[in-house]
């Protein structure tokens, strides 16, 4: 046998038995997991993010690439993506579905504000970061030959 | 600075192995308290240390959320990879991309169910505990299938003798990792303290405050939801009922209850949905009872509520849970009488359970 294939065929024994443990399971279980409701959520999670959050998330990256200088990419990109992540997990508490009126003590919070409060830090410390790059890279012009600054845009 | 560079082996390896590790905390704890609350005949969960429930659920649902980026940030770097041609190159690399359906289906479907079910929202119809359970397992499967074939790579890129560190994109690639940690730590940060009470103040998405709710402990059920539990509860022909395998059958008042030797313990209320806290809850301690209806020490007692209807309307303790002195059945919480939402006249609260097993509105034990 191909010592290549060990590890694949190693995977493939522990984790086929798992999975079909798991589609037995709800199959088995069908009345509670209702299974053409479940497989449309489990493929209709996969297709979202692929068809429609992958995109969205490569075109606002190259958007980014276009229109702001160097320094600024990076803390741009990363503060765009942390307040995307943010905002999906809050989604569901700042919408507050969940609020039950006799449970007074669920979802207690104001969500929304919470939200902004992160997102609004995330953005201030992309901007000290894009500072500090802005700087480091004024200093390496000031500072270092022709080649250096050849090496570093490589 | 380009991040075109990040679609490559070496990122998406060391995103992998963090995104795997969350990923097996949460199936190992998941697991772990699928097992507490439907134990198959060779389980058996200890009634201590009293709070290990609320670490390893608290563990579950935090290394949950704290996937949320890490997976997104994976499928991002691997995204071109779903456009590679040709599509399939034989049949085994066939076989493995059909395994990334069940991998990113699922693993997207575990997140973003976790998340909706903390957040109490079902737009679904499908009973949530039943459908992740199973999902998880799909998903894991797939992700030993995936582990399997990527190992190779994984060592190549981060083994030991690895030198893809070398390469010209590692300070991106640092900048990257560096940034996505960050996301991972903010995402901590903002749903953390549900479990751990001192980030409860910067807990911008957690469900729960401690110290809110009736008599400053919150619950999950009400009365109200729980349905007629109000008029039974006030009734004055309330009984609590021990019957079944014991040498005598126990009918008594909320009277004799209250006359009959109290204990108090400090244990907390740990939900599977990560919020938990800790109250003073005074009782009688139910190894008292069983001892004085002449119950075997290794019986398992059935709890039962007079909840009419839902799944949690009874649970079983265990011979650790029924003989630990501190499982007790409560009268008081914090020096006062229940509130009707706490489970008045009388509740089941025991160290190291999950807070559905805690059962509400007591009123009989059948011992086997």
Redesign the interface.
């Known amino acids: 046998m191909n010592r290549d294939a060990r590890p694949a065929i190693l995977g493939a024994l522990v984790g086929v038995p798992m999975l079909a443990y798991g589609v037995w399971g709800v199959l088995a279980d069908a009345d509670r997991t209702h299974p053409f409701e479940l497989a449309r959520w489990v493929i209709g999670a996969d297709l979202a993010h692929d068809l429609l959050l992958a995109p969205f998330v490569v075109a606002i990256g190259w958007c980014i690439g276009r229109v702001l200088p160097p320094f600024a990419r990076s803390p741009v990109r990363w503060a765009a993506a942390t307040s995307g992540v943010l905002a999906l997990i809050a989604w569901p508490f700042v919408r507050g579905y969940g609020r039950n009126e006799s449970v007074p003590s669920l979802l207690d919070r104001n969500y929304a504000r919470g939200l902004l409060v992160y997102v609004g830090a995330v953005w201030l410390a992309a901007a000290a970061w894009a500072a500090l790059r802005a700087r480091a890279t004024h200093h390496r012009r000031d500072s270092t030959t022709t080649a250096d600054v050849d090496s570093t845009a490589a | 600075?380009?991040?075109r560079g990040l679609h490559e082996q070496r990122t998406a390896a060391l995103v992998g192995i963090a995104l795997g590790i969350a990923f097996t905390l949460c199936f190992a704890t998941g697991l772990l308290s699928h097992l507490i609350q439907y134990p198959p005949s060779w389980f058996a969960w200890p009634s201590r240390p009293a709070g290990l429930y609320r670490i390893t659920q608290g563990v579950h649902t935090i290394c949950g959320?704290v996937s949320?980026?890490l997976l997104?940030?994976k499928?991002?770097i691997v995204?071109p990879k779903?456009f590679e041609w040709p599509p399939v190159r034989s049949v085994?690399h066939g076989l493995?991309r059909l395994?990334l359906?069940?991998l990113?289906?699922?693993g997207?479907?575990m997140v973003?169910?976790g998340?909706?079910n903390v957040?109490?929202?079902?737009?679904?119809?499908?009973?949530f505990p039943?459908?992740h359970?199973?999902?998880?397992?799909?998903?894991?499967?797939?992700?030993?299938?995936?582990?399997?074939?990527k190992?190779?790579i994984v060592r190549e890129q981060v083994g030991p003798r690895s030198e893809a560190r070398l390469d010209?994109i590692e300070p991106d690639r640092r900048?990257f990792l560096g940034?996505l940690a960050?996301?991972a730590g903010?995402?901590f940060l903002?749903?953390a303290g549900n479990t751990i009470r001192p980030l409860s103040r910067v807990a911008?998405?957690?469900?729960?405050?401690p110290g809110?709710?009736?008599q400053g402990v919150?619950?999950?059920?009400?009365?109200?939801?729980a349905g007629g539990v109000r008029a039974r509860a006030h009734d004055p022909g309330y009984r609590l009922v021990v019957e079944g395998r014991v040498g005598r059958r126990l009918e008594l008042t909320l009277a004799d209850l209250q006359a009959m030797p109290q204990r108090s313990a400090t244990l907390p209320i740990a939900c599977v949905e990560g919020w938990s806290t800790s109250a003073r809850w005074t009782g009688v301690p139910v190894r008292d009872l069983l001892e004085a209806a002449g119950a075997a020490a290794t019986a398992v007692v059935a709890v039962e509520s007079f909840q009419k209807g839902g799944l949690y309307r009874r649970s079983d303790l265990g011979p650790s849970h029924a003989n630990d002195p501190d499982t007790l059945l409560a009268l008081r919480l914090d020096g006062e009488p229940l509130h009707i939402?706490h489970g008045f006249p009388v509740r089941l609260i025991g160290p190291n359970r999950p807070g559905v097993l805690q059962t509400k509105w007591v009123e009989r034990l059948v011992v086997s």
Not at chain 2, 120 to 126: D, E, G, K, S
Not at chain 2, 144 to 149: E, S
Not at chain 2, 204 to 209: D, E, G, K, P, T
Not at chain 2, 218 to 225: C, G, R, T
């Open positions: 600075m380009t991040t959320f949320i980026p997104l940030a499928l991002w995204y779903l085994v493995e395994s359906l069940p990113v289906g699922g997207l479907f973003m169910s998340t909706a957040a109490r929202w079902y737009p679904w119809t499908f009973f039943t459908a359970y199973w999902v998880a397992w799909v998903t894991f499967g797939a992700l030993a299938v995936h582990l399997g074939a190992w190779l010209a900048r940034g960050a996301t903010i995402t903002a749903v911008a998405l957690a469900q729960r405050r809110t709710g009736p919150p619950v999950n059920k009400s009365a109200h939801d939402d």
